[in-house]
Structure formats: structure tokens, C-alpha cells
């Protein structure tokens, strides 16, 4: 039997199972610790709590594995553990992962908006860039999500998890790899499931070593029994169904509530579209005056694109949610700042009593202003 599933004894630290089994609880650590991450209306993570809750869950898995290891000659059938935590860490990657890719694949992880197509590079974040290249592109989008989704099928079963493995860990290291450079920010998150996948990919290490660099010959892959008993195998095959199946079933079943949200449909409502502005005034000292080029306020374009909008100006780019009041008089503007988090909440009036001309009225930050927009037609969306 493998030095990795002993029966009643000791392991030492100079054993590659000492080190493994604390590595596996660390990084079930820090799995874990993502369901108690604070919750953002932006989506956005990397704050400090979640930093916070993450290297808790490293520490104490890290305790935790160092206690396993010191009782393992205690502990009755103590081999199976570390199986087990594999198993479970494969469910775990696969169900996150999956969820990813059908909102590629059948929905619009990164939608293509007016506002992005018109714009400078310079005026867009890093993160709004890479959004806008792979929102391009549907077919591309459906491309990125079967590389998500194929792997995280393949780590479902215990046969395919060397290959769903290595594809998890190429597809998470460009997912990661994409979060720096591009500072979006789901940084750790990203991380931890590279570092899922990697953990992974290292229970094979050995046979790939043999396999790719001293060109030995590979046995096939060893896999303890965990059910001496056959009520046990058969507990053990009903808990995997039940788990398969409903990482099957949870993922889908999220993927139909974010397509069913009416933030997904972008509704057309009155004011949506891309608009130039014509005139801009902003009231100062009881009067309406014309705002000066050299003011950050001067606002030159704005877009209306069904629950999200942009104001543009030379200096400056102000994203905002919004939402139209039954009247049909009055916009609602959630204004959005460089963390993505809203921090200003704005009534504007509006008018449109033309086709094609938009009037609007609305305070941003110490200001208050006053536009006249007429609407574009140029093409600002791929066909």
C-alpha cells in the first residue's frame, strides 16, 4: 500500500504525506473561508475582509492538518482522510467553476454596452477593457465558457480528474493571470481555486514525473479502499450521485434566475440609448450658466443601456445604475465609483418630448445640472 494510505501509523516529517495532508486542510481552509467572505452589491471582491476571513481559514487549516498529522497513528482508518479532502476539493472547484461557464455559454458574463464601444481606452479602467474585448464577441465568450465547463465535467469523475485537472489548472492560471494585470477584482477568489486546482494536479505529480521526464513506465493509478463494507460502498455511491447531481442541478438552476432577472434583459424604456449633449448648463449663484470646458461637469455624451448608464465628459467618465419611475418623469441614479460600489443616490427629471431630444435635469455630487441631448444614430455595437 502507498506510504499516503497507512493503516494505524505514524507519519514523519520527512514523509511526502505529512506535507501533504497539511497542505490539503490549508488550501480546504481557504476554500472554505470564501462562504464567509461579506457580500457587495458591485459583485467586486478583494476588500479586507475578505482577506481577513481567508487567512483565518488558511490558519486554521493549517492547525488543523498539523493535529491530524501528529494523531494519524491514533486516528482508526486515518488513510482515508486525505482521499476524502481530494474528493470533496474536486465537488467543490467543479460546482464554483461550472457556474462560471454556463453564464458564458448560455447567458452574457460580459456584456457589450454602447458606452465602452464610444469610448477612449484611456477613459476605461483596466478591467473595463479586457470586459469590452471579451464582450466583443459572443462566439468568443461561448468559447471561454466550454473551457470552464469541460474541466469542471471531467473533475466530477474520479477516472477523468487527471485531465480535468490539468485543463483546470492552464484555465485558472489565465483567469488569475487576467485578474492582475487587468486589476479586476476577484483577485483572491481566483486564486484560491487555482490553488484547488493545483492541490489537485499534485496527487498526480509523481506519475506525471515518471511519464514526462524519466520516460518510465506509468502503473495505473492506485485508489485506496475507503468502504471495507458493502453497506459503505453503497452509502458512498449514493452520497456521489446525490453530489453530482446537484452540481449539476445548482448551477443550472442559477444560470435560469440570472437570465430571468429583468437587469438582463436591458429594457428599452424611454430614455435608453446613446446620447450627445447638445447643451449643458449648471445652476450657480441662483442662475443657470454654461458650464466651463475646463469643469470636470462638462459633460459631452451620455448612455442609457437598460438598468446601467455613463456620463462622459473630456476629464471625466461617471458610470451609474438607474431605473425609470412609473411617471415616466423621473430616473433614479445610482452613481458608481472606481470600486465599483454605489455611493451616491440621485432623483434627475426628464423630458422627452421629441423622438430624438432628451432633456435632463439631476444633481451630481456638489453640482446641479441641466442638459439638452439630441440621440445618435452612428453604429456604436457589433452586427
Not at 494536479?201 to 515518471?210: A, E, H, I, T, V
Request: hydrophobic letters at 45%; charged letters at 20%; one cysteine or more.
Amino acid at each position: 500500500m502507498s506510504k499516503l494510505y497507512r493503516h494505524y501509523e505514524k507519519i514523519s516529517l520527512n514523509e511526502a504525506s505529512f506535507w501533504n495532508n497539511i497542505l490539503g486542510f490549508v488550501v480546504a481552509g481557504a476554500a472554505i473561508a470564501v462562504f464567509f467572505e461579506a457580500s457587495h452589491n458591485s459583485g467586486c471582491g478583494d476588500f479586507p475582509q475578505h482577506f481577513q476571513v481567508v487567512r483565518s481559514g488558511v490558519i486554521i487549516g493549517a492547525i488543523t492538518g498539523i493535529v491530524f498529522n501528529l494523531l494519524h497513528g491514533k486516528i482508526p482508518n486515518a488513510y482515508r482522510v486525505q482521499p476524502m479532502l481530494v474528493f470533496l476539493l474536486r465537488m467543490y472547484l467543479a460546482w464554483i467553476i461550472m457556474s462560471y461557464g454556463l453564464v458564458k455559454v448560455f447567458a452574457s458574463q460580459f456584456p457589450t454596452l454602447m458606452a465602452n464601444m464610444d469610448a477612449r481606452l484611456i477613459e476605461l479602467s483596466p478591467m473595463r477593457v479586457a470586459w469590452a474585448f471579451f464582450g466583443y464577441s459572443k462566439a468568443y465568450q461561448i468559447y471561454l465558457g466550454w473551457g470552464e465547463l469541460i474541466p469542471a465535467i471531467l473533475l466530477l469523475f474520479r477516472r477523468t480528474t487527471l485531465i480535468g485537472s490539468l485543463l483546470m489548472v492552464v484555465v485558472m492560471l489565465n483567469v488569475w493571470l487576467i485578474n492582475i494585470f487587468f486589476d479586476v477584482c476577484v483577485k483572491l477568489n481566483s486564486f484560491i481555486y487555482l490553488s484547488v486546482a493545483v492541490y489537485i494536479l499534485l496527487q498526480y505529480s509523481n506519475r506525471l514525473w515518471k511519464f514526462f521526464f524519466t520516460n518510465q513506465v506509468v502503473q495505473p493509478a492506485y485508489y485506496p479502499n475507503l468502504a471495507d463494507r458493502k453497506i459503505f460502498k453503497r452509502i458512498g455511491l449514493a452520497i456521489n450521485i446525490l453530489l453530482v447531481g446537484y452540481i449539476l442541478y445548482d448551477p443550472a438552476m442559477g444560470l435560469y434566475e440570472y437570465v430571468s432577472e429583468p437587469e438582463q434583459s436591458q429594457p428599452k424604456d424611454q430614455i435608453f440609448g446613446a446620447w450627445k449633449v447638445e447643451k449643458i448648463e449648471k445652476f450657480d449663484t441662483g442662475n443657470w450658466v454654461p458650464v466651463a470646458k475646463t469643469d470636470s461637469a462638462d459633460f459631452n455624451r451620455c448612455f442609457f443601456e437598460g438598468f446601467t448608464g455613463v456620463l462622459q465628459s473630456t476629464l471625466k467618465r461617471q458610470r451609474f445604475g438607474y431605473s425609470v419611475d412609473s411617471t415616466q418623469k423621473e430616473a433614479t441614479l445610482n452613481f458608481i465609483n472606481q470600486r465599483n460600489t454605489r455611493y451616491e443616490k440621485q432623483v434627475w427629471k426628464y423630458d422627452k418630448n421629441k423622438q430624438n431630444e432628451l432633456t435632463l435635469q439631476g444633481r451630481i455630487g456638489k453640482d446641479s445640472l441641466r442638459m439638452v441631448c439630441s440621440l445618435r444614430h452612428d453604429k456604436l455595437l457589433p452586427q
